[in-house]
C-alpha cells in the first residue's frame, strides 16, 4: 500500500514464543507506528518511532518491544507471546501535512 | 480521557441511496479530525482531513462535516455503491498531529 508492507501477512504461534512482525517503507519517512486493532476498540498506539534507533512507548506498550536500526524499517517484537496478543497489527508512517497511511495489516494468532 | 465514539455501530443500506455517519469526540487540544474507509482485510485509508477552521470537506461521494463548537462531526455518503461496503472509521488527532485517538468504527455494508 503506498509504499509501505508488513511481512507476514498471517502467523499462528505458539504461547511462550517470540514473534516479530516487520513493517518496511520504501519513501523515507521520519516517523513510524505500530498499533494493534481488536473488536470493539479503536486502533491503539503500541510504540513509535521518530528516527533511526528513536522510539518510544504508546498506550498499550507492556510486553512489546521494537526496533529501528534503518529509516525504511520498522520491527515489532513479542518477546514471549500471549493469548492477549492476538490481534491484527497494523504499521503506519506519518507524511507531510499530517497525513498517515498504514499498511494491510498482520493477523496474528498466538494459541 | 481522550474518546472518539461514533453511531451507528452498523448499518445496512440499499445501493443508491444515501447515508450519515456521526462521530462525536472529547479530545483536547484539538489539531484535526480524520475520516478513513477500512475494507475487510487492509488497513484503513484516509477519506478527509479537516483543521479546526474548516466545516465541510469533500471527496467524491463522500462529504465529512465538523463542527468544533459542539465537538461533533458527520461523513455523508451520496447514492452508494456495494464496493462502500466497509468500516469507517472516525480519528481524532491532538499534540500537533502526532497522538490519534481513534473510534471504534460503523461498519457498513451496501446491499443489492
Known amino acids: 500500500d503506498a509504499g509501505i508492507t508488513q511481512s507476514p501477512r498471517h502467523k499462528v504461534t505458539e504461547t511462550g514464543t517470540p514473534v516479530t512482525l516487520r513493517c518496511h517503507q520504501t519513501?523515507?519517512?521520519?516517523?513510524m507506528y505500530w498499533y494493534r486493532q481488536d473488536p470493539g476498540h479503536g486502533l491503539r498506539l503500541i510504540h513509535y518511532?521518530?528516527?533511526?534507533?528513536?522510539?518510544d512507548k504508546g498506550e498499550v506498550s507492556d510486553g512489546y518491544s521494537v526496533s529501528r536500526s534503518k529509516t525504511e524499517d520498522f520491527l515489532l517484537t513479542l518477546e514471549s507471546a500471549t493469548s492477549s496478543q492476538t490481534s491484527v497489527y497494523f504499521c503506519?508512517?506519518?507524511?507531510?501535512?499530517?497525513?498517515?497511511?498504514f499498511g494491510s495489516g498482520t493477523r496474528l494468532t498466538v494459541v | 480521557k481522550n474518546q472518539v465514539e461514533q453511531s451507528p455501530q452498523s448499518l445496512i443500506i440499499l445501493e443508491g441511496k444515501n447515508c450519515t455517519l456521526q462521530c462525536n469526540y472529547t479530545v483536547s487540544p484539538f489539531s484535526n479530525l480524520r475520516w478513513y474507509k477500512q475494507d475487510t482485510g487492509r488497513g484503513p485509508v484516509s477519506l478527509t482531513i479537516?483543521?479546526?477552521?474548516?466545516n465541510t470537506k469533500s471527496n467524491g461521494r463522500y462529504t465529512a462535516t465538523l463542527d468544533a463548537d459542539t465537538k461533533q462531526s458527520s461523513l455523508h455518503i451520496t447514492a452508494s455503491q456495494l464496493s462502500d461496503s466497509a468500516s469507517y472509521i472516525c480519528?481524532?488527532?491532538?499534540?500537533?498531529?502526532?497522538?490519534?485517538?481513534f473510534g471504534t468504527g460503523t461498519q457498513l455494508k451496501v446491499e443489492l
Open positions: 519513501e523515507n519517512h521520519r516517523y
Open positions: 503506519a508512517i506519518r507524511r507531510g501535512q499530517g497525513g498517515y497511511t
Open positions: 518511532s521518530y528516527g533511526v534507533k528513536d522510539t
Open positions: 480519528v481524532v488527532s491532538t499534540g500537533g498531529g502526532n497522538k490519534l485517538t
Open positions: 479537516m483543521t479546526f477552521s474548516e
